[in-house]
C-alpha cells in the first residue's frame, strides 16, 4: 500500500508548496495536464520502442480550465496525491492510494470554522447516501476537488447557482457508469419520476434538486442530509407561501438583503424572478381587502335597500 503524506492544514501546504503556485494564484500543474488535461496521451513504450496513444480513462480526465478556477487551484497535484506521481509513466501501485476526504484538512480548523464542516459531516452521515452505500458513498461523489467552485458565497445568479448545483446530482442520477458505482440497479429516469412537478422544466432550472430533497438546517449554509424520496418536499406550499423554505435554503445566503421597503414577502427573492405565493406585497393586500370589504358591503347595502323597498310595495 502506498504510503500518503502526514495530513496537515491546508495553509502550512501552501507554505510547504509555496514554489508551485504562479503569481496568480494558480499551481503550475502543467506536467501532470500534458496527459490528464488531454482526452488521449502518448508515452514510450519501452518494450517495443515506438510511441504509444492511448485514450485516457474519463474519470482520470481533468479540465484544466475549471482547474484553474476551482477552490483548490492554489494546490500542486503532489500536495494531495503521492509524491511517487512525479515519476511516468505512474506505478500501478498507486491505485491504490487512499485518497484525502475533505475533514482531512477542513475539520478541527480555525481557519474554516465560520463554514461549520464539523456540522456538514454530522448531516452528511445522516443522509440517506451516506446510509444507504455501506459508508462507501464521500464528498468526492458530489464535490470534484478538481473543479468544485464557490456559487451562492460568490453571489453567482441564482440560476447558475442552481445549474451547478443540479448538475452535481445528475453527474450521478443521469449517468449509468458513476451510478454504478454504487448500486447494481439502472437509474432512473428524472423526468419519469418528477412527473407530478407542474411545469417541470422551469422548476428544474429555478430550483436545486436538494432544495426538496434535504432537511433545512439553520446552522449550514447548505444542508448535506439528504432525505429518502418519500421524505422529498411534495406539497407546493412549502415553497410557494409567505413562509418560503426557500428563504431557509436557495435564498439562506442573500436573506440580508432587503426590498422591505416596496412591502414584498420575500423581497430577496424579486431580485431573480417571482415566485407564485411567495412574493405578496402587503400594501395590495390591504388595499384588495378594502377593496372586497368595500364590495361586500356594497353588496349587503344593496341587498337592504331592496328588501326595504318590496317591503313597501
Request: aromatic share 10%; hydrophobic share 35%.
Amino acid at each position: 500500500m502506498v504510503q500518503k503524506l502526514k495530513i496537515i492544514p491546508i495553509y502550512l501546504l501552501v507554505l510547504l508548496f509555496g514554489h508551485q503556485i504562479w503569481a496568480n494564484g494558480v499551481a503550475d500543474n502543467s506536467q501532470c495536464l500534458k496527459c490528464h488535461g488531454q482526452v488521449f496521451y502518448e508515452y514510450h513504450n519501452e518494450w517495443t520502442d515506438q510511441t504509444d496513444r492511448k485514450p485516457l480513462n474519463p474519470f482520470h480526465h481533468i479540465d484544466s480550465t475549471k482547474l484553474h478556477t476551482s477552490v483548490h487551484k492554489m494546490f500542486a497535484c503532489v500536495d494531495c496525491h503521492s509524491m511517487e506521481y512525479e515519476t511516468f509513466p505512474h506505478s500501478g501501485e498507486l491505485r491504490l492510494e487512499e485518497k484525502y476526504q475533505c475533514m482531512d484538512c477542513h475539520g478541527g480548523d480555525e481557519t474554516f470554522a465560520k463554514f461549520n464542516f464539523e456540522g456538514i459531516e454530522a448531516a452528511f452521515m445522516e443522509s440517506v447516501h451516506y446510509k444507504a452505500s455501506d459508508e462507501r458513498f464521500n464528498c468526492w461523489m458530489c464535490h470534484d476537488a478538481h473543479g468544485y467552485e464557490l456559487a451562492l458565497r460568490e453571489d453567482k445568479p441564482i440560476t447558475e447557482v442552481v445549474a451547478l448545483s443540479n448538475n452535481m446530482c445528475l453527474s450521478c442520477h443521469d449517468n449509468k457508469f458513476k451510478y454504478g458505482l454504487l448500486s447494481d440497479d439502472e437509474p432512473q429516469d428524472i423526468a419519469s419520476i418528477h412527473s407530478w412537478l407542474p411545469n417541470q422544466s422551469r422548476h428544474f432550472t429555478k430550483v436545486r434538486c436538494i432544495d426538496c430533497h434535504t432537511k433545512v438546517q439553520s446552522d449550514l449554509l447548505i444542508s448535506h442530509n439528504i432525505l429518502p424520496k418519500e421524505e422529498a418536499v411534495h406539497n407546493c406550499v412549502e415553497c410557494h407561501s409567505s413562509n418560503s423554505v426557500l428563504m431557509e435554503s436557495l435564498y439562506a445566503h442573500r436573506a440580508k438583503e432587503s426590498r422591505a421597503e416596496s412591502g414584498f414577502f420575500n423581497a430577496v427573492v424579486l431580485n431573480e424572478g417571482y415566485i407564485i405565493g411567495a412574493n405578496r406585497n402587503r400594501t395590495l393586500n390591504f388595499v384588495s381587502i378594502a377593496l372586497f370589504g368595500m364590495l361586500v358591503l356594497g353588496l349587503l347595502v344593496h341587498a337592504t335597500l331592496r328588501f326595504i323597498v318590496s317591503k313597501k310595495k
